[in-house]
């Protein structure tokens, strides 16, 4: 599969505007041979913890992913703050919308919310690790701060060959974005797409650095100031050829 990472610029807290602004660079990312778009974490509000923010599960970011999905016959997939029923809507979650063609929709909630920045106080945390197989490739979902847990990326790897990590991820720490998503792949022996945004927002700036970096920790195809459509090509024949040649994964107690 070819996946596309979409590095983009988000205008804060007005959906219609990311959503009109978007929808030309995930048509791009189609028509170049991608089978799965990733954009970037709250990519259709900005990291904003403001409550008016929050959408029903299933809201209007969700529906522009699966749009966009049927539109393309592609999987597309972007964080939004969603409520589900029953839920507290003042503290959403941060929920990892992925949409296939066909109306299929995974939800991974994010599990660490950053409470350097207060996420705690305003988001709820998921509890649920997510996998999905398409096409043969088995897929683990993950947002932005945890990266900085390996223990979930550890749990997972036997059955991942692509862990996907959409982030609102600040300029002030950057090495530490580019450095662990290297690690990560390098330690799990999978494929990691890093999908950051560009421009600013309320208090922060940021410098994007996406890459794509293959099971051995190469950079596939990396990123840095501007908006940009990052392509590679993933392969799970890779990952088991890199896993068989070095047997690290069955060596951990």
Request: glycine share 10%.
């Amino acid at each position: 599969m070819r996946i596309a990472a979409i590095q983009h610029d988000i205008s804060w807290e007005d959906r219609e505007a990311n959503f009109e602004h978007l929808a030309p660079m995930v048509a791009g990312a189609a028509a170049s041979g991608a089978g799965l778009a990733l954009l970037t974490e709250t990519f259709s509000t900005g990291f904003s913890m403001s409550a008016r923010v929050a959408e029903p599960e299933g809201g209007p970011s969700s529906q522009f992913l699966q749009g966009q999905a049927k539109e393309h016959g592609i999987w597309v997939g972007g964080t939004c703050p969603e409520v589900p029923d029953g839920g507290d809507p003042q503290r959403p979650f941060n929920s990892f919308v992925l949409a296939g063609p066909d109306g299929t929709t995974h939800r991974y909630r994010k599990i660490h919310p950053f409470t350097y920045g207060r996420e705690h106080e305003r988001f709820s945390a998921g509890d649920q690790l997510v996998t999905v197989t398409i096409d043969g490739l088995r897929i683990s979902l993950f947002v932005c701060y945890d990266l900085r847990f390996a223990d979930e990326f550890w749990q997972l790897a036997t059955g991942t060959d692509v862990y996907l990590v959409p982030a609102n991820w600040p300029a002030p720490r950057r090495l530490h974005w580019q450095t662990l998503l290297q690690a990560r792949a390098i330690e799990n022996q999978a494929y990691v797409v890093g999908c950051n945004r560009v421009g600013s927002a309320p208090g922060n700036e940021y410098v994007g650095d996406s890459r794509i970096v293959s099971p051995s920790g190469e950079l596939l195809a990396t990123a840095a100031v501007g908006e940009s459509v990052l392509l590679a090509d993933v392969d799970a024949a890779t990952v088991a050829e890199v896993r068989d040649t070095f047997r690290f994964l069955p060596d951990r107690r």
